[in-house]
């Protein structure tokens, strides 16, 4: 490293990145990719989104872009995980976001105004359905269930992916979480959502 880096810590990895003009986001919930990049691909294949929003989260792996309403985890220069933002009830400055979604070579209307029914016509029933108490504001991917109102995640499993789908206390669609590996793949985990399925699911 050189000796800014020395002094700042490592450099922002999406420093480079150059967004190219035109290009309106998409995210396969069918390939589990977003622009084309699916989870376990290299994050430079989403260097075509631009320079991440975020510096001081990028330096973590945490690449976010608060204006196109989605982030993305990386470790090790590997996407782990897509976070898809629809409400920001939360206040952590993420706009809904402005891409398209596909599933099944079709696009599919997601929004603000997405209710738990909505989605489940659309993608099918979950692997599981958690009602717990409303998180706090998201400090990373791995916020921790706590608060005094309830609110709805639905787990989706496909292997080694899950879809973390969550809703607020008002019951439309806050965000979705793509990640590797699934967190349900953890017993501890899945005793602290009183999962009683078998695992993994069939």
């Known amino acids: 490293m050189g000796i800014f880096d020395d002094m700042f810590g490592a450099p922002d990895p999406t420093r480079h990145w150059k967004e190219t003009p035109g ?11 977003l622009c084309g990049a699916k989870l376990g691909d290299p994050a430079r294949f989403l260097e075509k989104v631009g320079r991440c929003e975020d510096q001081a989260a990028a330096k973590e792996g945490e690449f976010r872009w608060y204006t196109k309403g989605f982030a993305v985890d990386v470790d090790a220069f590997v996407v782990t995980a897509y976070i898809i933002h629809f409400n920001d009830d939360r206040g952590e400055s993420y ?39 409303v998180t706090p504001p998201r400090q990373s991917t791995a916020s921790s269930v706590g608060g005094d ?3 709805v995640i639905l787990f989706y499993e496909f292997g080694a992916i899950e879809w973390q789908v969550e809703f607020t206390s008002d019951r439309t669609l806050r965000l979705v979480l793509v ?15 009183k999962v009683d399925k078998p695992w993994p699911p069939r």
């Not at 290009?23 to 589990?32: G, K, Q």
């Not at 209710?115 to 009602?131: H, K, Q, S």
């Open 23 to 33: 290009l309106v986001p998409d995210f396969d919930f069918s390939a589990h990719a």
């Open 95 to 133: 706009h809904p976001f402005t891409g398209t979604c596909l599933f099944e070579g079709r696009t599919v209307a997601l929004s603000t105004a997405t209710t738990e029914n909505d989605f489940v016509r659309i993608f099918g029933a979950p692997y599981w359905r958690d009602l717990g108490e």
């Open 179 to 193: 990640l590797t590996p699934p967190m349900l793949a953890d017993e501890e985990q899945r005793a602290t959502y």
């Open 149 to 151: 109102r309830e609110e």
